[in-house]
């Protein structure tokens, strides 16, 4: 009988049943022993696969997270290892992918929109809807004061240099893109991200 | 990467320079190893410091910082003095025949053309010599003086390894080594691979340290074979995605590039676009350019983007300037010209050179919006941290927005890593709390200032209010909707010359072939058409074959382009289209088509009697050793010093410095001396760390918990400076006050007769995080970019080092 780590796992984690057990040789005996141990959470975790997100190596990765999806459940990740199957990286990870669990977890992790009004000394709580209503008044209004619709020459060149942004080089390719859109659709030339530097 | 991870096993010697692929890259590195144990290859390093890839290299060679382009320019000139290039390929795959326009010459450290008021060239006689008909001239026997290969052995006949040595404080016979080893690579059965990072990017010649590589291995016929090729080995997870999809002030998705303010038209635009082959029967395929063009208008403004507004072209902003920045947004920050700024997971105040002046430019602006899964020091900018951060928060006006967004693990979607495999990754969570998608924060920010137009107007609302928003649900269109965008679809019927329908309205698109440029196809980034087809998500393959066990992983996700995995493959075939390498073939002509283990990137039934040059995307089909007017600050290489240089241009002392970088005034006026700050500093990565996230995980915040410096033990004693002691690094800029790391794997070098010590500043630290706090090497580096690319000097500018009390007010 061949059984992979992970087949292993399920094989021992899954129910305990004493076939599985005897399966794996350890007769009657063994039976007891195992019913004193914990199951092991990563056989009831729902496994997703996904690509590390510090260097472009791209590592395959496998992360572990309690609960089934349903909307009610609570899903918490609460293992990361390398995926095997990767052709690049075989399953291994680097000192910074073997601790991607803590990144995830980091209490400097965001949890609510906050806000600094000039001239204070901290941040406090404020909702989405304030913090996008008052982004978007803030955009529009320095938009219409400073959108350049013809250079000094005449020409048309309808761009708005008094806002800029720098886009985030580990978010997706989908995201990108509608960034892109967004950011050039307001006229936007200041505009670069990470591969700058 | 112009070839893949694991292809760097097929390697005969790989070069690490520019970069430290073991410490910043282990995962990957473990190809380089595969190389050494399955091809008997050899490793070779050549860096400042003795560093984790030189610990298990068979060979490390010393370099001052900032002096790549002398070392390598002198192995150019060694490979030519000693003829040992490939002939074969050099004659029909690269510029070498071709013969350059009288106006072109070099003297002194300048090129024909420059003006010294702008800093910049007239770069016109950066040309061939044109026939008649358009084409370049050539001189197959290489005797005509003006022919690339010619102007090319004159231009580096000044690097002789005595002079390589002085300027690089290499030691000649470490210096000679290497070149034999690089040499022995130029069989047409050998490959050399390069392997390079930040080391090379990050200096006022960046983009010339490359080409210089490249040129290399162009000579050594090296481009395009397994185990050969230029890799970047790249930053973050998807830094190439970014810039494949032009997240990039001058770019557009798939590498188009802004239109500028004399490009009124459309038709002006297209003028310099055309792509006209410089060589009979090349495909020169930029020639389909207007293609993308067009087809990216659509997916931005679909029906809004018609052929009577030309595409909606005036809906794109128009450049005034080659660029806006980093370095020039935050020059602009400062003198009051910036009012708004968003940071989507980036941390300028880390990140950017010249600490002081970033924090002063965000001081300057009325909002910021900071878009981050973790508490970065940029949102904070205004917090007073004592010298960590000096503030006064009640003089900042800034109004700033923290918004917390989701990470990595709590989304779907597709990156793209260095080897450009396009890799789709799934959610495995909710984001904690409050926190949101980029795409939900982007589109909320997006409607709510579209609703403002349509109530209010205001200024030229038409792109705004036509960018094309087809999405299921409006306020949160899915990964799975904006990959389709990526890839491209019709628009209508398709048909061919008889009239017969080839692809039907609404279909995903196969290949970037298919894109039309008459408004009947969309596609948001022509390189990537073909990542989601009719038969799905491309990029969520999984099947691990590897044909020939060589590397390739054909269904492994998806390469950009058309799944294409080493490109210029073309080049791993002889003129007759038999492979230089019969034992590592890649592709190969069998009478009747191309045929391999990997995508042709060439047309795959053109006979190799056709001539067609392997180097497709080039207007003369060949790789170039002559750049044209591609490169603003030459067609050739030249070792100017860093902007901080402890000695002068031994080759033109009235040219010191890269003539054609951009530097604002009070930049420089910011630059230091090496009579006030005699050593050469260079910063740098450590693999616990990735930039200034992981001092926000745990266990890398214990495993590297503290800001230190490495110097070497020479200068160590000359300071009384003890291991583990606290020092004060200075540069004009500011200063840290760190502990030192007194080590063997920096020794001085002796550069124009004189030792040079080299101090090494790992970057990871800031004030917010669980690590310890600290100032970030960033507080010392200059505000001094790439003049082709304004990527900054952080490896090589000057500092002095002090033994010091420690903190100030906590000793």
Same mark, same amino acid.
């Given at each position: 009988m061949t059984l992979t780590r992970r087949g292993f796992i399920k094989l021992s984690g899954a129910t305990l049943a004493s076939s599985s057990m005897s399966a794996m040789g350890f007769g009657g005996c063994g039976a007891a022993l195992a019913e004193s141990v914990r199951p092991y959470k990563l056989a009831a975790a729902k496994e997703t696969r996904n690509t590390c997100t510090y260097c472009s190596v791209a590592c395959g990765i496998l992360i572990y997270t309690s609960g089934d999806g349903a909307k009610n459940a609570h899903s918490n990740i609460m293992h990361i290892e390398g995926d095997p199957d990767h052709p690049v990286n075989r399953g291994t990870l680097c000192p910074k992918g073997s601790a991607l669990l803590d990144v995830v977890h980091s209490p400097g992790r965001l949890q609510v929109p906050k806000y600094r009004a000039p001239g204070s000394n901290e941040f406090k709580e404020v909702t989405w809807d304030f913090a996008l209503d008052r982004i978007a008044r803030l955009m529009k209004d320095d938009r219409d004061a400073n959108f350049i619709a013809k250079n000094e020459k005449g020409q %048309?060149?309808?761009?708005?240099? %008094?806002t800029g942004m720098l886009a985030a080089s580990a978010t997706s390719n989908e995201t990108a893109l509608l960034t892109w859109k967004v950011a050039r659709s307001f006229g936007m030339l200041v505009f670069d991200n990470q591969a700058r530097v | 990467m112009t070839n893949t991870w694991q292809d760097i096993k097929n390697a005969n010697l790989v070069l690490v320079m520019g970069g430290n692929a073991a410490e910043a890259h282990p995962c990957g590195f473990k190809w380089v190893i595969e190389a050494k144990i399955q091809n008997a290859a050899r490793l070779i390093v050549v860096d400042p410091r003795f560093n984790r890839t030189a610990a298990v290299a068979d060979y490390h060679a010393p370099i001052r910082p900032g002096t790549d382009i002398a070392f390598l320019s002198g192995v150019i000139r060694y490979l030519l003095e000693t003829d040992q290039v490939q002939h074969e390929y050099v004659r029909a795959f690269t510029n070498a025949s071709l013969i350059v326009k009288e106006g072109y010459s070099f003297a002194d450290g300048l090129f024909n053309g420059y003006d010294a008021e702008t800093h910049s060239y007239d770069k016109t006689d950066w040309a061939y010599e044109l026939d008649d008909q358009g084409f370049a001239k050539i001189d197959d026997t290489w005797q005509n003086p003006r022919c690339v290969i010619n102007l090319m052995r004159k231009h580096v006949d000044r690097y002789t390894p005595e002079m390589v040595s002085r300027i690089c404080g290499t030691p000649i016979d470490k210096y000679l080594y290497v070149c034999q080893q690089i040499a022995s690579t130029c069989l047409p059965d050998k490959a050399m691979t390069s392997l390079f990072a930040l080391g090379w990017t990050q200096h006022s010649i960046g983009s010339q340290n490359i080409r210089t590589m490249a040129m290399v291995q162009l000579l050594l016929g090296n481009i395009g074979v397994a185990g050969g090729g230029m890799n970047a080995l790249r930053g973050h997870s998807n830094i190439q995605g970014l810039t494949d999809v032009g997240l990039l002030s001058n770019q557009l998705p798939g590498y188009l590039t802004m239109p500028k303010d004399e490009e009124q038209t459309f038709d002006d635009y297209m003028k310099t676009r055309q792509f006209k082959p410089l060589r009979p029967n090349q495909m020169s395929y930029w020639q389909n350019y207007r293609k993308f063009f067009v087809s990216f208008q659509k997916t931005m403004f679909g029906d809004a983007a018609t052929a009577e507004n030309n595409w909606a072209y005036d809906y794109l902003p128009k450049l005034n300037l080659p660029m806006y920045d980093i370095i020039r947004a935050f020059e602009m920050m400062v003198h009051g010209e910036i009012n708004g700024y968003i940071c989507q997971g980036f941390n300028p105040l880390q990140a950017f050179p010249e600490k002081n002046k970033i924090r002063r430019g965000l001081s300057k602006l009325k909002y910021l919006i900071v878009m981050d899964p973790l508490d970065t020091e940029t949102a904070r900018f205004w917090e007073d941290v004592g010298p960590l951060n000096p503030s006064d928060p009640s003089k900042i006006p800034t109004e700033v927005f923290q918004l917390p967004t989701a990470c990595f693990a709590e989304e779907d979607g597709s990156l793209v890593n260095s080897a450009r495999w396009l890799q789709w990754h799934w959610k495995a969570a909710n984001s904690p709390a409050q926190a949101k998608s980029d795409i939900w924060i982007m589109s909320a920010i997006f409607h709510r200032i579209r609703e403002l137009y349509r109530k209010e107007g205001g200024a030229f609302p038409d792109p705004i209010l036509n960018l094309s928003w087809k999405y299921t649900d409006p306020t949160n269109p899915s990964p799975d909707e904006l990959a389709k965008d990526l890839n491209g679809k019709t628009l209508a019927d398709i048909k061919d010359p008889s009239g017969a329908v080839v692809l039907k309205a609404g279909q995903q698109l196969d290949s970037f072939g298919q894109l039309r440029d008459d408004g009947t196809t969309e596609s948001g980034c022509w390189v990537f058409t073909g990542c989601y087809t009719e038969k799905g998500n491309m990029m969520a393959r999984r099947d691990t074959y590897d044909p020939r066990d060589q590397g390739i992983t054909p269904d492994w996700a998806w390469a950009w382009p058309a799944n294409r995995r080493i490109l210029y493959n073309r080049a791993s075939a002889d003129v007759a289209g038999n492979p230089w390498n019969p034992a590592k073939p890649i592709i190969q002509w069998n009478g009747d088509r191309w045929v391999g283990i990997d995508v042709p990137d060439y047309g795959p039934t053109i006979k190799p009697s056709e001539g067609v040059g392997p180097f497709i995307m080039n207007a003369e089909g060949t790789g170039r050793f002559f750049a044209l007017d591609q490169m603003v600050d030459g067609p050739f290489p030249e070792h100017y010093e860093p902007f901080e240089s402890p000695v002068e241009n031994l080759l033109h002392p009235k040219v010191q410095n890269n003539p054609a970088a951009r530097v604002f005034p009070d930049d420089r006026a910011d630059f230091g001396t090496s009579a006030d700050f005699p050593y050469v500093g260079t910063t740098y990565r450590l693999t616990e760390h990735f930039h200034f996230w992981t001092k926000h995980a745990l266990i890398n915040a214990i495993l590297q918990p503290q800001e230190f410096i490495e110097i070497g033990e020479v200068l160590a004693n000359e300071k009384g400076i003890a291991n583990n002691s606290w020092v004060r690094l200075s540069s004009k800029r500011g200063y840290m006050i760190c502990k030192a790391l007194v080590t063997k794997r920096i020794k001085p070098m002796m550069v124009a007769g004189k030792p040079t010590h080299v101090i090494g500043v790992p970057i990871h630290w800031g004030f917010t995080g669980l690590a310890k706090k600290g100032y970030g090497a960033n507080i010392l580096t200059p505000s001094v970019g790439d003049a082709n690319t304004q990527t900054p000097e952080f490896k090589a500018f000057l500092v002095n080092v002090e033994p010091s009390n420690g903190p100030e007010g906590e000793v």
């Open positions: %048309t060149v309808n761009r708005w240099l %008094t | -």
